[in-house]
Structures are given as C-alpha cells and as structure tokens.
C-alpha cells in the first residue's frame, strides 16, 4: 500500500478529485461529508490559514482510499491534524473501496505514526458513533496515538 500526501489545494482539486467521487459512489459507508463537493466547499469557506494534508492510499497503482485532512494551529498552539470537515459536518471518516477498508486503515495509522513529529496533536472529531468504514478503527487508532 502506498500512501501518497497531497499538501495543495490546486493539485486536489485537479488531480484527485474524480478519485475521491470514485472512491465515494464505490463505498457504501460514505455519506455527504465525504464527497468531493463537500470537501471543496468546505475547504473553500474554512480553509484559509490551515495545511492541507490530505493522503491517497493506492494499491498495485490503484486508488482504493483517501482521507482529507488538513494541519491548523490556530486558535491554539498546537498543530493539529483534522479532518476536513471538521466542526460543520457529521459523519466524518476515511473512505475506502469495498474490500480495502482495513488495509486503508491501517496504512493511515502507519503514516500517523511515522510522521507524528509533523505535529503536536491528532484530532479526529465528529467521526460517526454507528460503524461506517473504518470509523471503529479510527477509533482504535485515535487510542493507540494516545498512549
């Protein structure tokens, strides 16, 4: 599994996006907070000031996963990785293709780890409390960080 970081609107916009409304219509865990239009109108209103970060998880040169996340600081001093979305949506998660739910999760538990110098904080807020794709694991990985 490769894990690619996208850090710049422009290059999301114009190459991942049909990768994350492929993602999306594939899985049936997603819900609206994960489609690309909301990930665009939302970053377009709330983005300002904060890093992108968002990872698309490829197998065997295939898309199969993404998440869209975004590095802030403000209003604290801590940088802080978030979803986007994070604080007007619900229902926020990875997305994952049928069948690479678990191996997209643990890949991005794997980058986690391996860059948490990149940051001081990791705040995966309003993931859904009902199982949806990886949301358990996040769950799992949202401890696992914490210790």
């Avoid at 492929?22 to 239009?37: C, L, R």
């Avoid at 199969?64 to 986007?84: D, E, H, N, Q």
């Avoid at 807020?125 to 358990?136: F, G, H, I, Y």
Wanted: glycine letters at 6%; aromatic letters at 10%.
């Amino acid at each position: 599994m490769d894990v690619h970081e996208i850090v710049s609107f422009e290059r999301l916009a114009g190459k991942h996006a049909d990768v994350l409304r492929s993602v999306t219509a594939s899985s049936k865990a997603a819900t609206i907070f994960q489609t690309w239009e909301w990930t665009e109108a939302w970053w377009r209103h709330y983005g300002g000031g904060k890093q992108l970060r968002a990872l698309c998880f490829t197998e065997n040169g295939v898309s199969v996963g993404f998440s869209a996340l975004f590095v802030a600081s403000l209003p604290f001093p801590l940088r802080t990785v978030r979803f986007i979305g994070a604080g007007a949506s619900d229902y926020l998660d990875l997305i994952a293709a049928p069948g690479s739910e678990d191996v997209v999760a643990e890949a991005f538990r794997a980058y986690q780890r391996d860059n948490l110098r990149r940051w001081d904080c990791i705040d995966l807020q309003d993931v859904t409390s009902v199982p949806r794709l990886c949301s358990n694991r996040v769950r799992q990985i949202n401890r696992a960080l914490r210790k």
